[in-house]
Each structure stands twice: as structure tokens, then as C-alpha cells.
């Protein structure tokens, strides 16, 4: 498994090393001791989370409040993806800002997010079907999050807006300058 860090290198893309003969291909999805070793942490992924959304999703921007927040690791298991993490920790250089990637069956590539970080996805396939590892359980009433089309971080989610799909929650989330984040730069999330 290859490790690179992004923009913003709390951020980190997974790309498998895949072995192929005429049979199909064999890979390595999780390696906790190699991953752990490049992170400089442990992640303890205690939930598989998985979705099957129909193209023209946004599922996101969430995240779960200090005591509830977790990390998270994606990956598609079919179809392809827009996968987005923001940062939404007070005082980091990157407070406000994002990344994206294409995530999918194809390329096979996994994007870890970890705490203090707002997450969603859009889907770009006809369907896509994402498995996402989490360190802690969900608490449905600890989520908060952030509208998809924010004019302050301004995503491109390469869904046109008359083809976008949100659920009755989504439609309801704020914007992110009236939000007041719970993640400080500063203190250990991990």
C-alpha cells in the first residue's frame, strides 16, 4: 500500500498495490500495522458503514460533535465518487479548506479522513456503492454539518445542480460561517 498526503496532510490517500494474473487480481484493502505506522497513531475502525446511492447524490457535509467525532476510511466498492473532506478545525492553516478526489472501483484508491474534518461525497457513476470505516459509533443526535453548495468553500461536486439528489436533512444543514466549529488545531483529536 502506498501512503501520499495531500494538501492538506492530515489527509490521506491509500493506493493499493494490486496483483493481477488471468485470474482477476488480489489486493490489500487494510494492513492496520502499516497504516498506523505511516498515520503516527492508532485508528481503531470499529464500523463498516455501507451505502448504495443512485448518481446525482451528495450525501455531506458532516461530521459528529467533539466527543462523537470520528475517522473515517473510504472506499468504493462500485461506481465512482467525488469524495470531499474539509477542515473544520479552529486555527488550522487550513481551516476552511478542502479536497477532493475522485475515488472509485476502478482506481481502487481509499481516502482517510480523520477527526475535526466535515465529510460528503457526490456520485458520479449511474450508482455507486461506498464502504466507510469509522473509529467510532454513529450518534445520531451529536451530527452536525454544512450545506453542499456553500458559497464559502464554493465545491465543485461535478454534479449539475437540476440532477442533484439530497435527503430531508441535507436540505436543512447551514451554511459554514454560521456554523461554530467544536474542533480546535490545537488539542488532540486522536
Not at 23 to 30: K, L, M, S
Not at 79 to 92: C, M, P
Request: aromatic share 14%.
Amino acid at each position: 500500500m502506498k501512503y501520499l498526503r495531500q494538501g492538506i496532510p492530515e489527509i490521506i490517500v491509500c493506493e493499493p498495490i494490486i496483483h493481477f494474473d488471468d485470474r482477476g487480481f488480489v489486493y490489500e484493502a487494510f494492513k492496520k500495522e502499516s497504516f498506523e505506522n505511516f498515520l503516527g497513531f492508532n485508528v481503531d475502525f470499529c464500523q463498516d458503514n455501507i451505502s448504495f446511492s443512485k448518481h446525482g447524490v451528495i450525501r455531506g457535509l458532516h461530521t459528529n460533535t467533539l466527543e462523537f467525532a470520528q475517522s473515517k476510511l473510504v472506499t468504493v466498492l462500485q461506481g465512482k465518487i467525488l469524495d470531499v473532506a474539509v477542515d473544520f478545525r479552529v486555527g488550522s492553516p487550513t481551516f476552511g479548506k478542502y479536497i477532493s478526489i475522485e475515488l472509485s472501483s476502478e482506481n481502487k484508491k481509499q481516502l482517510f479522513i480523520p477527526r475535526g474534518f466535515l465529510h460528503g461525497f457526490s456520485v458520479l457513476s449511474e450508482d455507486a456503492i461506498v464502504n466507510i470505516k469509522i473509529d467510532r459509533y454513529f450518534a445520531p443526535d451529536q451530527s452536525i454539518g454544512v450545506k453542499y453548495d456553500d458559497e464559502y468553500l464554493n465545491i465543485d461536486w461535478k454534479i449539475p445542480k437540476e440532477c442533484v439528489i439530497l435527503s430531508s436533512a441535507d436540505k436543512k444543514l447551514l451554511n459554514f460561517n454560521d456554523i461554530s466549529s467544536p474542533f480546535d488545531y490545537n488539542s488532540k483529536l486522536y
